[in-house]
């Protein structure tokens, strides 16, 4: 572990992070800097929104005081599903750092504390989706025991077994 990773605290989310959480997902779904399709809020949204309900997890990286990046999860509904739906028992996770906190070990640092949070929680497995040009990330995941499952467009469905 390095110096930068060991100065790192990860820390269960709450609902005094929906802010932070909702500006973690420009970082999560544009991390090419791209410009979002739309103005309005979009699909992303569902990530956040309404946040606190059954299912919701999140887990925050604090550096200096500040938060540097988050990990969370939330359950989604078959008619309303998020972009690495797998199915209504399996928590889709959502995952980002700030660009100056990252290649540092702030994300894996949390998807280890996320994953683990799912398996106390007794969840069997949990997906995601990904960009499949965002290798670094992709690498992450797999590293972490997630296999893809799909692949559609530019993203790339996977998902880890936690039983």
Do not use: C
């Not at 909702?22 to 956040?48: F, K, N, T």
């Not at 949390?110 to 995601?128: F, K, M, P, Q, T």
């Not at 290798?135 to 467009?153: K, T």
């Amino acid at each position: 572990m390095t110096a930068a990773e060991q100065d790192v605290v990860v820390r269960r989310g709450g609902a005094q992070d929906v802010r932070f959480l909702r500006d973690m997902l420009h970082h999560a779904y544009y991390w090419r800097e791209r410009a979002p399709e739309d103005s309005g809020p979009g699909p992303v949204a569902l990530y956040v929104k309404a946040w606190g309900r059954p299912g919701d997890a999140a887990m925050i990286a604090i550096d200096g005081g500040f938060p540097v990046g988050a990990a969370w999860y939330r359950l989604f509904a078959r008619d309303r599903p998020g972009y690495g739906f797998v199915d209504e028992h399996t928590p889709e996770l959502a995952i980002a750092v700030v660009p100056n906190a990252r290649g540092k070990g702030v994300g894996a640092k949390l998807l280890g504390a996320l994953v683990a949070r799912a398996r106390e929680e007794g969840y069997d497995g949990i997906s995601l989706s990904v960009d499949r040009h965002n290798e670094g990330a992709i690498g992450l995941y797999e590293r972490h025991g997630f296999q893809r499952v799909a692949e559609g467009g530019d993203s790339v469905t996977m998902l880890a077994s936690l039983s």
